[in-house]
């Protein structure tokens, strides 16, 4: 899990968007020094508008990167999402990145890859995805949601589903899904599970690899103000080596955490 090390803040004119749910858009930005410098599991810190009001960047994954552009997947959920979401084409916003560290895809201590994602948890799979059909890794997409409305797969390959009613896919959870793929399609396998996804769901994962000593990293989501470990808003509870608790800035040492610094 590598820190981003080039950050840039610039201006980026928005160059498309696109409708993928009833409350997710994907915005493609055109900024040539963050796409040159992102690494799947990275975010950026987005002023949703000039105005004095909304104050606060917003920070979203990169979704995926492009000839000198990034996509970010944007759920509406307040005034300043949806502000983003609603931003027609040729809109410039102020777009500070890659921040964070990235997912460890190099490690060797893998031979199989399952991407494990909730919801808007997904944001991030896409990039990692496209990184590891690269180092030749094989991959499999496993979302879950309550119901197949909750299931944003959209431009992911190999992909099994999950819902909680059963509209779609596996009937169950997105962790039973996953016990079910190590089972059959990873059996005799070295895997490594990489997730995103709301914050009860990836503590269960996290217990459920730590029990298995399967290899598992986190991206976790907070309210990240400055990105770069000023406005403390993004304190977080992690194990250290010696698990015990101690408070974090997610923003420095995260998003992405090795899963057994979630457990407990």
């Not at 102020?94 to 890859?113: C, I, R, W, Y």
Request: proline share 5%; hydrophobic share 40%.
């Amino acid at each position: 899990m590598l820190q981003s090390s080039t950050i840039a803040d610039v201006r980026a004119k928005i160059t498309e968007t696109r409708t993928i749910g009833a409350d997710v858009t994907v915005l493609t930005l055109e900024c040539p020094e963050i796409a040159a410098a992102a690494k799947p599991g990275n975010f950026v810190n987005i002023k949703v508008s000039d105005a004095s009001q909304p104050l606060l960047r917003r920070p979203f994954c990169i979704h995926n990167v492009g000839n000198g552009t990034i996509d970010v997947m944007v759920k509406s959920v307040g005034k300043g999402t949806t502000l983003l979401c609603d931003a027609a084409c040729g809109t410039s916003v102020m777009v500070l990145g890659p921040l964070g560290n990235s997912f460890g895809t190099g490690t060797g201590d893998f031979d199989t890859a399952m991407l494990v994602s909730g919801g808007i948890g997904t944001a991030p799979m896409l990039f990692l995805e496209r990184k590891l059909a690269a180092q030749g890794i094989p991959f499999i997409n496993l979302v879950g949601g309550r119901t197949r409305t909750d299931l944003l797969t959209r431009g992911l390959s190999n992909c099994s589903t999950s819902t909680d009613d059963g509209s779609e896919g596996f009937h169950g959870n997105v962790i039973e899904l996953l016990k079910h793929h190590l089972e059959t399609t990873a059996a005799g396998r070295r895997p490594k599970v990489f997730a995103c996804g709301p914050n009860p769901m990836l503590k269960a994962l996290a217990k459920f690899c730590a029990n298995r000593s399967i290899p598992c990293e986190l991206s976790l989501e907070s309210v990240m103000g400055c990105g770069v470990g000023i406005c403390y808003g993004c304190m977080v509870e992690l194990n250290n080596a010696d698990g015990v608790k101690e408070s974090v800035l997610l923003c420095k040492e995260g998003p992405v955490i090795d899963g057994r610094r979630f457990t407990n």
